[in-house]
């Protein structure tokens, strides 16, 4: 058991208004071997450490996955089911800063994400906030497990492009940001295996709504059939 007050994430467990954590797990081990490489102030002998760590995780994922998951509870009049949240060693993981970013600086997992051009678009180029290219091959499941955000979905690129539209300005700033949520979009679109949370249909409807979501030398135009 693990109380909401002792939670790496509170918010975690209070948007599921739970209190408790049942039949979780911890690993001190792992903790001290984190908090190690995070105060390795060599960068590229930090970076090989977390790496070779990550692949340890990688290797042992088809049975670390079975406990990468536990029943979030409130306490009252016995316990209350809330559904699902990540393990305490998950959570505690992704709170030690012992993933380097972009800028070669130590970072918590879950204060990081993968750069892509789907990810540029929706958040910038802020390179603090993208995982160092030395993780690049990575097992994504491992890294989602341990908070590195990863693609933003569809909808995510079709409102970012409705704020640009929104915000009424036409500068280079602007349409480079356009440009980079239209690749985003456009390798979505050559990867017909990929699932969206976006049909064909809808997404078209929603670049056709209102001025459209098709920027032209004459401004915001809807796409034409």
Do not use: C
């Not at 039949?23 to 060599?42: E, G, M, N």
């Not at 970072?107 to 994400?113: D, I, K």
């Amino acid at each position: 058991l693990h109380e909401l007050a002792n939670w790496p994430d509170l918010k975690a467990l209070r948007d599921l208004q739970a209190t408790w954590t049942l039949d979780d797990w911890h690993s001190p081990h792992l903790q001290a071997v984190l908090k190690d490489i995070a105060t390795d102030r060599k960068a590229t002998r930090r970076r090989a450490r977390a790496m070779a760590l990550l692949a340890v995780l990688a290797r042992a994922w088809p049975q670390l996955s079975d406990v990468a998951e536990v029943t979030a509870a409130h306490d009252y009049d016995g316990w209350k089911l809330r559904g699902t949240t990540r393990a305490w060693w998950l959570w505690a993981a992704a709170d030690v800063p012992w993933l380097d970013s972009a800028t070669a600086i130590p970072t918590s997992p879950q204060a990081l994400r993968v750069r892509t051009a789907a990810t540029l678009a929706v958040h910038g180029d802020k390179p603090e906030t993208f995982l160092h290219a030395a993780f690049r091959t990575a097992r994504p499941d491992v890294l989602t497990a341990l908070g590195v955000a990863g693609e933003p979905d569809t909808r995510e690129l079709v409102s970012r492009l409705q704020q640009l539209r929104d915000a009424d300005q036409q500068d280079d700033a602007i349409t480079s940001d356009v440009y980079i949520a239209y690749q985003a979009l456009s390798e979505r679109a050559s990867q017909p295996r990929r699932t969206s949370d976006l049909s064909t249909p809808k997404l078209r409807e929603l670049f056709a709504h209102g001025q459209g979501l098709v920027l032209s030398k004459h401004g915001w135009r809807p796409p034409i059939d």
